[in-house]
């Protein structure tokens, strides 16, 4: 992976340092992580996250948005629904212990 393909990388040490700080933060829970692992087979409503995870609807967007934020998962729409796939960052769940 190089530094343009990295979401994480940013123009200065600063903003690097406050993008890895984001990605941190996201990664660091367990629930989060879980989200990720459901994640895994493909991009997903916030209703078939739920499914999957058994998390109530509120409590997963809270959470999605902050795996957004830290880079882990982008958001698209379509066709009016809304729909979260992994990132290259949000990968990693990959090489973390459950």
Not at 40 to 60: I, S
Not at 78 to 93: A, F, M, S
Request: glycine content about 8%.
């Amino acid at each position: 992976m190089s530094d343009k393909d990295s979401k994480t990388i940013g123009h200065s040490m600063e903003e690097t340092k406050e993008y890895h700080v984001r990605y941190l933060r996201a990664i660091n829970s367990p629930v989060r992580r879980e989200i990720l692992r459901a994640l895994k087979d493909g991009e997903a409503t916030v209703e078939a996250l739920g499914e999957r995870t058994g998390m109530e609807d509120k409590a997963l967007t809270w959470h999605l948005s902050i795996l957004e934020h830290g880079f882990c998962v982008e958001k698209q729409d379509r066709d009016g629904e809304v729909v979260y796939d992994l990132t290259q960052e949000g990968r990693v769940v990959d090489f973390m212990d459950e």
